[in-house]
């Protein structure tokens, strides 16, 4: 069984539209936090992984699912998982609930690149601390 990190935030007036709905693309921003608290959970940051490893994490693609809509004020959690990693990227599955209700589930796929932009492989350091978040899918 792999492990999940988890993430909470409330719904501001900024993230919502006349309606007081969450707009859309807010969502990505929303998913965005729970990754960066995930890589900081196991002791890294963007910055630290670009200075010490000279890689970038970046989002190669997303697949969004949009299911209810969350309003002002309300309070969300993200669950994030590694669904499935290669040597240079890593799938993660994240999962937006409001209370019991699943509002929004997303695939996002990740790639270590260097300045160039050139996909390089996963430092092992950060691997090994990733692992007990993978599923037991593990792709070459």
Do not use: W
Not at 61 to 89: G, H, M, W
Not at 106 to 118: P, R, S, Y
Request: charge should be positive.
């Amino acid at each position: 069984m792999h492990e999940n990190f988890f993430h909470t935030l409330k719904v501001y007036y900024e993230d919502t539209d006349a309606g007081g709905v969450v707009y859309y693309a807010n969502y990505l921003k929303f998913l965005e936090r729970a990754r960066t608290e995930a890589l900081h959970s196991i002791g890294y940051s963007n910055q630290k992984v670009k200075k010490d490893f000279g890689s970038l994490i970046i989002v190669k693609a997303c697949n969004i699912e949009y299911k209810k809509p969350a309003n002002l004020e309300d309070q969300l959690t993200i669950r994030s998982f590694v669904k499935s990693i290669t040597k240079t990227s890593f799938f993660m599955n994240q999962i937006i609930t409001k209370g019991d209700d699943i509002i929004v589930e997303a695939q996002v796929h990740l790639v270590f690149i260097n300045d160039l932009g050139k996909p390089v492989k996963i430092p092992d350091e950060i691997y090994s601390k990733f692992k007990p978040y993978f599923c037991d899918t593990i792709k070459t």
